[in-house]
């Protein structure tokens, strides 16, 4: 826990800073994933399950290991029915969407990924009655036209298809389904060692028979490059982007959390160019430029906005 003076943590001191710092990260890990799972050459849905198997084995080994250490209890049931809901449809999305980014372009497939905030804007009022900075999310939209002319001025030989953009809208909707469904059960008092140590095995329900579905006999013969890939990903989306997600949720509103990560087919195009040797028109140039300015304009001005979490959130996130 960072502390600042007074011996008072970042989360106390400015918990929208620190919400907005674990999405940054987040946002950055998640940016590597499209490009690495086409790099790997393999069938996406079969990535996809054992990236799930890889944080399944990873979270229970941070349980078990916080349990030697200081006797933190097994999630209990109705922990593992809050995340349930939540774990299906992120296994789900996640075995959707190895697999169209497999079948579309890594810009097409991120630009319609990108459109969660249109949807989770009225979502956050309705369910969790949030109101949006909106000054905060004019910035936003610098960042969303950035990356439009980023995604839709790339070079005219693509490798975009129908059946991959429309696998990529049903991602979209089981995403913003994950968001909402996991929002709310940490709001009812998850934490996030036991909500990750519960999404992965359950995850596994939804995204295993997808891949058995798709792959067949394949899903047990990945190459050497798949299983680096598997690795990597663990660590990176397994682990580190989606811990961060989830401690997020409970600083900043989902609404916010979808308008910073508007930022993510930019950079995922970036990584796509150092990864895969993509290249990008100066038009695309000007448009990741756009992205990173709304996004730093986005994150600096909603520190200023007076919505804070309450004192008995703040001091559930702490003793966790």
């Known amino acids: 826990m960072v502390n600042l003076g007074g011996g008072a943590s970042l989360i106390e001191r400015r918990p929208r800073l620190a919400g907005s710092i674990a999405m940054l990260v987040a946002i950055l890990s998640f940016s590597i994933s499209s490009p690495l799972i086409k790099w790997s050459g393999e ?29 933190r209890p097994f999630p209990t049931r109705r922990t593992w029915m809050l995340v349930l809901p939540a774990a299906l449809f992120f296994g ?66 693509g490798t975009a298809t129908t059946e991959g953009n429309l696998l990529m809208v049903l991602v979209l909707v089981f995403w913003v389904a994950y968001l909402l469904l996991s929002k709310r059960a940490r709001q ?82 970036l990584w796509g160019i150092i990864i895969l040797g993509e290249t990008v028109s100066s038009t695309q140039v000007v448009g990741m430029v756009l992205v990173v300015v709304g996004l730093g304009l986005f994150t600096w001005s909603s520190q200023r906005a007076p919505e804070l979490p309450s004192a008995d959130a703040v001091e559930g996130i702490i003793t966790q």
């Open 43 to 71: 069938t996406g849905s079969v990535i996809a399950f054992w990236r799930m198997v890889g944080a399944f084995i990873a979270w229970w080994t941070i349980m078990l290991v916080g349990r030697a250490r200081t006797q």
């Open 92 to 157: 789900a999305n996640i075995a959707t969407f190895f697999t169209a980014i497999t079948k579309t372009s890594i810009a097409n497939a991120e630009f319609i990924g990108a459109m969660s905030p249109l949807l989770l804007l009225p979502a956050g009022a309705v369910f969790f009655h949030e109101h949006p900075n909106w000054k905060a999310l004019r910035w936003g939209a610098v960042s969303i036209v950035g990356m439009t002319l980023v995604l839709f001025f790339g070079p005219a030989n």
């Open 188 to 269: 009812r008092g998850v934490g996030t060692i036991e909500f990750m140590v519960c999404l992965a095995p359950l995850g596994l329900l939804t995204a295993g028979p997808i891949a058995g579905a798709i792959a067949g006999d394949e899903i047990f013969g990945l190459s050497a490059r798949g299983w680096v890939v598997v690795v990597l990903l663990t660590v990176l989306t397994g682990v580190v982007a989606h811990a961060l997600l989830v401690f997020a949720q409970k600083l900043i509103p989902i609404a916010t959390i979808g308008v910073m990560q508007s930022a993510q087919p930019a950079l995922a195009v």
